[in-house]
């Protein structure tokens, strides 16, 4: 039916098309799809084709026109939605956060590499090892739908490892794979859902954030990686009652922040009309509060205090006995203590928004240059959390 065809390309969220118009004998057929200008020549399938009769429907032509728009710009969106990711935590491969995780993940049609630690490694903050590893292949995308790795340091003896690898380890050994498994880089990192929440000046110390930060550095992966930290307090604590009911509570609680943080990555797609879904050395730390408690979403600062629980705290180090008349060389036993902590919190703080029930999204960069910022940093980071408002309030929230 070609008395005239002519094609045009098209670009949306990275992913590139083509829409191609074939007219002849009173008749126009489009076709949509990723090479649907060679459909005349060599019948290439289109993804979508609608045929239509030019001289017996001049308005409805424009109307269908209009629709082929649309409809081409929701393909590309599908097709742009589903990403390579690297799921990552600093509680262990097997713990119930990541597992919530990877399905949320998975079901909403992402391919999954989990990578991380044998065993849990909280509060080790940005640490990585340079020993040598033994990564174990726990499950394959036949069982739960994602390639799932747990890496250890290899052990002095011949006995089996029993000290898993830091997160930041974990995390980049997991990015590695997800490039052998795709021939390109990840399209984000995520790390978490941790259990317990990394807000203020606690997610300086936290190796959930700290792999995320890792990620977003391009000091380890050879690439800045857009990268996601995930945590939530659990709403009760199995040895503090009924037992069956605590371990249900917190499975509906992890699943609850796994499917905002599968809803959080959709949003952000639909937001990226052009250029990268993060500016380039950024990333995002998300804490969600416990139950059924939640006000809303909200885009914050990090704060300056330490909160655990609820409460501000400081972390101190003490000697417990007179380490300055000490004799030299006699042990003195000290360890972490815990003291309070009133320094003011500064203004729109994720540590006071989390407390008054919301959701906190801080974007978070590993740049520790202080004093002035570069005017590019200024408004890349300007630019970043107006998105991210505009991801939260297209949410609902």
């Given at each position: 039916m070609s008395a005239l065809s002519y094609f045009l390309p098209f670009e949306l969220l990275s992913v590139k098309g083509q829409i191609?118009?074939?007219?002849?004998?009173?008749?126009?057929?489009?076709?949509?799809?990723?090479?649907?200008?060679?459909?005349?020549?060599?019948?290439?399938?289109?993804?979508?084709?609608?045929?239509?009769?030019?001289?017996?429907?001049?308005?409805?032509?424009?109307?269908?026109?209009?629709?082929?728009?649309?409809?081409?710009?929701?393909?590309?969106?599908?097709?742009?939605?589903?990403?390579?990711?690297?799921?990552?935590?600093?509680?262990?491969?097997?713990?119930?956060?990541?597992?919530?995780?990877?399905?949320?993940?998975?079901?909403?049609?992402?391919?999954?590499?989990?990578?991380?630690?044998?065993?849990?490694?909280?509060?080790?903050?940005?640490?990585?090892?340079?020993?040598?590893?033994?990564?174990?292949?726990?499950?394959?995308?036949?069982?739960?739908?994602?390639?799932?790795?747990?890496?250890?340091?290899?052990?002095?003896?011949?006995?089996?490892?029993?000290?898993?690898?830091?997160?930041?380890?974990?995390?980049?050994?997991?990015?590695?794979?997800?490039?052998?498994?795709?021939?390109?880089?990840?399209?984000?990192?995520?790390?978490?859902?941790?259990?317990?929440?990394?807000?203020?000046?606690?997610?300086?110390?936290?190796?959930?954030?700290?792999?995320?930060?890792?990620?977003?550095?391009?000091?380890?992966?050879?690439?800045?990686?857009?990268?996601?930290?995930?945590?939530?307090?659990?709403?009760?604590?199995?040895?503090?009652?009924?037992?069956?009911?605590?371990?249900?509570e917190i499975a509906a609680q992890f699943a609850k922040v796994a499917q905002f943080v599968a809803e959080f990555i959709e949003e952000l797609a639909a937001q990226t009309v052009d250029g990268p879904l993060m500016p380039p050395g950024f990333g995002v730390n998300i804490n969600y509060p416990p139950g059924d408690s939640v006000n809303r979403a909200t885009v914050n600062r990090q704060g300056l205090t330490f909160v655990n629980g609820g409460n501000v705290i400081s972390l101190q180090f003490r000697c417990k006995g007179d380490c300055v008349a000490a004799p030299k060389g006699e042990p003195i036993p000290g360890g972490l203590g815990g003291g309070g902590y009133s320094a003011e919190e500064v203004d729109n703080a994720d540590t006071t928004s989390n407390t008054a029930g919301n959701i906190t999204v801080v974007a978070i960069a590993p740049d520790y240059t202080a004093g002035s910022v570069t005017e590019r940093a200024m408004t890349s980071g300007y630019l970043f959390n107006n998105k991210l408002a505009n991801v939260l309030r297209a949410m609902g929230y």
């Amino acid at each position: 039916m070609s008395a005239l065809s002519y094609f045009l390309p098209f670009e949306l969220l990275s992913v590139k098309g083509q829409i191609s118009i074939h007219s002849g004998q009173g008749s126009t057929l489009i076709c949509i799809g990723p090479f649907a200008s060679l459909f005349s020549i060599a019948r290439i399938p289109c993804i979508l084709t609608i045929n239509f009769t030019v001289a017996r429907e001049p308005i409805n032509m424009i109307k269908k026109l209009t629709r082929v728009a649309v409809l081409s710009s929701v393909l590309a969106a599908g097709q742009a939605s589903a990403f390579n990711i690297v799921l990552s935590n600093d509680d262990g491969w097997s713990s119930d956060g990541i597992q919530a995780m990877k399905k949320a993940l998975v079901d909403s049609g992402h391919s999954v590499v989990l990578s991380a630690s044998l065993t849990e490694q909280s509060g080790s903050s940005a640490a990585f090892n340079t020993d040598s590893l033994v990564v174990v292949k726990q499950r394959g995308i036949e069982d739960e739908g994602a390639l799932e790795y747990s890496v250890a340091l290899e052990p002095e003896d011949e006995g089996e490892p029993t000290e898993g690898a830091e997160p930041v380890t974990a995390a980049m050994l997991g990015v590695n794979i997800a490039r052998d498994a795709t021939g390109g880089d990840p399209d984000f990192v995520v790390s978490g859902i941790n259990d317990g929440q990394n807000l203020g000046a606690a997610s300086q110390l936290s190796a959930t954030v700290g792999a995320a930060t890792a990620a977003i550095s391009g000091a380890f992966a050879g690439a800045q990686i857009p990268a996601i930290a995930v945590s939530t307090d659990p709403p009760c604590r199995p040895s503090e009652g009924d037992a069956g009911a605590c371990e249900d509570e917190i499975a509906a609680q992890f699943a609850k922040v796994a499917q905002f943080v599968a809803e959080f990555i959709e949003e952000l797609a639909a937001q990226t009309v052009d250029g990268p879904l993060m500016p380039p050395g950024f990333g995002v730390n998300i804490n969600y509060p416990p139950g059924d408690s939640v006000n809303r979403a909200t885009v914050n600062r990090q704060g300056l205090t330490f909160v655990n629980g609820g409460n501000v705290i400081s972390l101190q180090f003490r000697c417990k006995g007179d380490c300055v008349a000490a004799p030299k060389g006699e042990p003195i036993p000290g360890g972490l203590g815990g003291g309070g902590y009133s320094a003011e919190e500064v203004d729109n703080a994720d540590t006071t928004s989390n407390t008054a029930g919301n959701i906190t999204v801080v974007a978070i960069a590993p740049d520790y240059t202080a004093g002035s910022v570069t005017e590019r940093a200024m408004t890349s980071g300007y630019l970043f959390n107006n998105k991210l408002a505009n991801v939260l309030r297209a949410m609902g929230y």
